[in-house]
């Protein structure tokens, strides 16, 4: 009996111990599947490599090895792999802790201030003046696509009569580019130069394109329509070869098909660190019209490559984000090594107040003013 009691102990212990190591040991486990995936996945991985070197990243690799080997828990794994994924590139390359359907949920706003209520991503009008307005854009995302088309629509006569424009993009992390677009039927001038993407074409890329909508946008028909196109223009090439996200060429002038009758004269688009993915490709088009400025700080840098797609880690704990495209912009014009650069720099405000100033300042210098701020 004693012996029974003493074996079971032992077992229990044993098993403690393989609990209290399975955090490491799912963390070595993911850390090691990263970088194989990446190199025949993602589409900056291999330009990376050849830019960095190996010896770079095989240093990169030891040291979160390491680093995964005495991981606590999950968390504490996801902050190494995130700062793993950091030595590949900057943006739209991540670690997302939980499974696909936990990530698919939508995430609440973070409050500006800790403690606040956190601020709504929904677009918003504003009339600041008989002659100006302000548009405050805080996200791209899909979900916002009718909203901001229905703000559009709705207040068309008082934006007609009014020539400054205020957009506020600070803080929008991007989404989608569809979600813009009947923006730049009024503050385009007309012909517009686009630059397309390709995508890589590989089974794990054109999976990931069969499941994102149904797992990001379920009932999206723009969506759907979208990732059926992407799977099958990647069918048509082999796998590890690249192919034009649309047929034609990459470079292309179009005019806006529908402009608006009475556009804006003047239009400040206020930008800032957070402005990213799909919120820089707006800039890149809205930077083209005569009528536009950039205003503030330059934007974060995450557009090279793009349209992420999930992989489940070896773990199942966590999902790998990676790209599956890249912009035909690439290698001449790179936005990720410093994002893009606002026309007027405003230095970066010191808190909430000032953050807002930002606005009278830009209202006060469309209207015939100066952006010196009020204590200068």
Not at 18 to 42: G, S
Not at 164 to 181: E, F, K, M, P
Not at 246 to 256: D, H, M, P
Request: hydrophobic content about 40%.
């Amino acid at each position: 009996m004693k012996l029974h009691l003493w074996a079971l102990a032992a077992l229990t212990l044993a098993n403690t111990h393989a609990v209290a190591a399975a955090p490491r040991e799912t963390c070595v486990q993911d850390l090691r599947a990263i970088a194989p995936f990446l190199l025949e996945n993602d589409t900056g991985a291999r330009a990376h490599l050849a830019q960095k070197g190996q010896a770079y990243f095989d240093l990169a690799l030891a040291t979160a090895t390491t680093a995964a080997a005495r991981a606590a828990d999950d968390k504490a794994c996801n902050a190494i792999l995130g700062n793993y994924l950091g030595m590949w590139r900057k943006g739209h390359l991540y670690v997302k802790p939980g499974s696909t359907q936990d990530i698919a949920k939508p995430a609440p706003a973070k409050p500006s201030i800790a403690g606040q209520p956190s601020p709504s991503k929904e677009p918003a009008l504003q009339i600041l003046s008989d002659s100006t307005v302000l548009l405050t854009l805080p996200s791209f995302h899909d979900r916002y696509r009718a909203a901001v088309a229905a703000l559009l629509d709705t207040h068309r006569a008082a934006l007609a009569a009014r020539p400054n424009w205020i957009l506020d993009v600070r803080r929008n992390g991007g989404g989608s580019d569809s979600t813009y677009a009947p923006l730049l039927q009024w503050i385009s001038s007309d012909e517009m130069v686009s630059l397309g993407a390709e995508w890589l074409s590989t089974p794990a890329n054109i999976e990931g394109q069969e499941k994102v909508c149904p797992l990001l946008s379920p009932g999206d028909e723009a969506c759907a329509a979208f990732a059926a196109q992407a799977v099958a223009q990647m069918r048509t090439v082999k796998p590890g070869e690249y192919v034009s996200q649309e047929s034609g060429e990459l470079i292309s002038y179009t005019r806006v098909s529908t402009p608006q009758p009475r556009r804006p004269a003047r239009v400040a688009v206020l930008v800032d660190r957070d402005c990213a993915s799909s919120c820089e490709e707006f800039l890149l088009a809205a930077r083209q019209s005569f009528h536009v400025k950039l205003i503030g700080r330059n934007s974060e840098g995450a557009l090279d490559y793009s349209n992420l797609r999930l992989h489940t880690l070896p773990s199942g704990v966590r999902q790998l984000q990676y790209a599956t495209s890249r912009s035909a912009r690439l290698p001449q014009l790179q936005v990720d090594l410093d994002g893009i650069m606002p026309d007027i720099y405003l230095p970066p405000p010191k808190d909430e107040a000032e953050r807002a100033q930002e606005i009278v300042r830009v209202q006060r210098w469309l209207e015939g003013g100066s952006l010196r701020p009020d204590h200068i």
